[in-house]
């Protein structure tokens, strides 16, 4: 057992083979206060969103490769969840799950920021393409470059 806690890019780097080979994503790994003990916080996914049931099978393989590596001295708290559908995205994977479904993106335009929000119709390497709702019926196609994106994240149809 190391005297110092792994970073959370260590246990990144730890978890992220047997996660693939599983067929999970690792969207996020980092560490938060609770209290006086320590959270080690995973986010996983999986294409088509996973379930309650799959976080915990993925929480105990989580648990027991940690367990076995030993990368954390002394008690902490194991949290694995999923993203939730509305969370910022985090890479290309989120972007490329995003095509066909409506998404709000914040982007520079000039010395300003834009939101936009509408159907993320193409994913290209230098820009987005929506369709952004007028009113009345119309809509109208809008082209976004990638690198002046803020944020972005999906938006839930209800």
Known sequence: MSLEVASADQIRELLTAPMAAAGVELVEVCWRPHGRQRRLLVTVDRPGGITLDECGTVSRAISALLDAADPVPGPYLLEVSSPGIERPFQGEMDWERAVGHRVRLR?????????LEGRLLELGPTEVLLEVRLGRGRSERRAVTRETVVLAHRVVDL
């Open 107 to 115: 982007h520079r335009d000039g010395d300003a920021e834009t939101v």
